[in-house]
């Protein structure tokens, strides 16, 4: 990362790019049940380290930054303990169709509608409870994860051209192929855009700056038993849920090993992902090897993509998705940025038999939602402690991690 000046003078040049990067929404890992879409840059304040234990030499935030950004292991292994807590309602198990009714159908089981193997859909199980996962890394072709759930595991292998998902459970496999090295988009393989790791989730917020936003240097801690730096990204602006995000940097690799994202609200974090367990050395090839168990059902890509394209049983497909979702923009700016996007549907949210599963949670989400009038006409909101979402009448949707006065004043002002 280049170095940062800290003062506010920007070349024309320099300002598109500043209010281009403003508009980029980057996206926390929570629940869309409400098509939540939080935004949230990052500014920099340069700070020295405060004392702590361990004692390390003392660094500014653009250092600590430019540390992450040239941080470059390529072989790592190790336990994550991933906990999501947005308060949200018992949803009594409407929430786990709306998910797979949004990936497409695949994981529901039964019906052919794919394999309950398939990473888009086995992966979602992260974005709420408590999981443990085991990582490791072998450079950009080889990677597993593997998701412990009681007596049963999930894991996602890329080994070269090979992806495989495989779960335990239901002893079903999932198989793509993909091309080697630098001919492979990272998004071709499956699971990747899912943040697993403390790095992850890192790069997300790490995404853009702007001068909305406070980084600190707030001490240093030990994660996993090893030495690291915290770096503390604070809101500037009021009306953000966020309270702070921490980020534990470790002080030799420049690896984040922890990220903590607390909300304005107080109380638990919302978001804590955290190495338990972490070493650098290479692993051992096998651990990345992989035949399917005798027995298992074995689902090939382009199978589980042909069940996932057809809208059967009343589920929302991936096409109808992207529909819903055309025209998305981004208002405001740093934490106050709210995504918003205008589903077509006239009434608010579908109710009874509407839309199927989604018609159902639909329903039953509204009784959870607050009722709110203004400028705009009418709608609903529904509040996590991150993410709130008004859904008007007229089918529009505002998002973001901001409070409901928020949404309502940006619901007004686009009238």
Same mark, same amino acid.
């Given at each position: ?8 003078? %920007? ?8 209010? /281009? ?27 020295? @380290?405060?004392?702590? *234990? ?6 500014? /935030? ?9 941080? +470059? ?10 906990? $999501? ?51 490791? @890394? ?13 007596? #049963? ?23 793509? $192929? ?17 943040? #697993? ?13 702007? +001068? ?7 001490? $240093? ?19 953000? $849920?966020?309270?702070?995000? %921490? ?16 909300? #304005?609200?107080?109380? !638990? ?11 650098? @050395?290479?692993? *051992? ?19 589980? +993509?042909?069940?996932?394209? @057809? ?5 929302? /497909? ?23 996007? *205008? ?36 709608? %609903? ?7 709130? !979402?008004?859904?008007?009448? +007229? ?14 004043? #940006?619901? *007004?002002?686009?009238?």
């Amino acid at each position: 990362m280049a170095p940062i000046d800290s003062d506010d003078s %920007t070349t024309a040049g320099e300002g598109e790019e500043l209010r /281009a990067g403003r508009r980029k929404a980057a996206r926390y890992v929570v629940p869309v049940a409400v098509m939540g879409v939080a935004a949230a840059t990052i500014g920099l304040v340069p700070a020295l @380290a405060d004392s702590g *234990d361990p004692d390390l030499p003392k660094v500014t /935030a653009e250092q600590l930054i430019e540390k992450i950004a040239k941080s +470059d292991v390529q072989q790592l292994s190790g336990t994550v303990r991933i906990n $999501t807590d947005l308060g949200l309602p018992d949803l009594g198990g409407l929430e786990s169709g709306l998910m797979s009714g949004m990936s497409g159908g695949p994981g529901s089981g039964g019906d052919g509608e794919g394999s309950a193997a398939d990473p888009s859909a086995k992966l979602t199980e992260l974005v709420s409870g408590s999981h443990t996962l085991r990582v490791a @890394a072998d450079g950009p072709d080889r990677q597993k994860l593997s998701l412990l759930e009681n007596a #049963a595991e999930y894991s996602l292998i890329h080994n070269g051209k090979d992806v495989w998902g495989y779960d335990s459970q239901s002893n079903e496999v999932y198989h793509s $192929t993909a091309p080697d090295g630098a001919e492979r988009p990272e998004k071709d393989v499956p699971g990747k855009d899912v943040p #697993a790791t403390p790095k992850d989730f890192a790069d997300q917020a790490l995404k853009s700056v702007d +001068d909305t936003t406070s980084v600190t240097v707030g001490g $240093t801690a030990q994660v996993a038993g090893r030495d690291a730096y915290r770096l503390v990204v604070e809101p500037k602006q009021k009306g953000s $849920t966020v309270g702070a995000i %921490t980020v534990a940097v470790d002080a030799e690799t420049g690896t984040p090993l922890k990220f903590t994202l607390t909300p #304005a609200s107080g109380g !638990a974090a919302v978001v804590d992902v955290g190495f338990t367990k972490v070493s650098f @050395a290479k692993p *051992d090839a096998s651990t990345f090897d992989f035949t399917p168990p005798e027995g298992a059902k074995v689902t090939e890509a382009d199978e589980s +993509d042909a069940a996932a394209k @057809a809208p059967e049983h009343g589920r929302l /497909a991936e096409g109808d998705l992207a529909e819903g979702m055309d025209g998305l923009k981004v208002i405001g700016e740093g934490w106050n940025s709210i995504a918003t996007f *205008d589903t077509g549907a006239q009434g608010g949210l579908p109710t009874g038999s509407e839309g199927g599963d989604l018609g159902g949670l639909g329903g039953f989400l509204g009784s959870f939602g607050d009722q709110v009038k203004g400028d705009f006409g009418s709608g %609903t909101v529904f509040k996590t402690r991150l993410v709130n !979402a008004l859904i008007t009448d +007229d089918g529009k949707v505002y998002a973001g991690a901001v409070t409901k006065d928020a949404l309502v004043k #940006a619901a *007004d002002a686009a009238q």
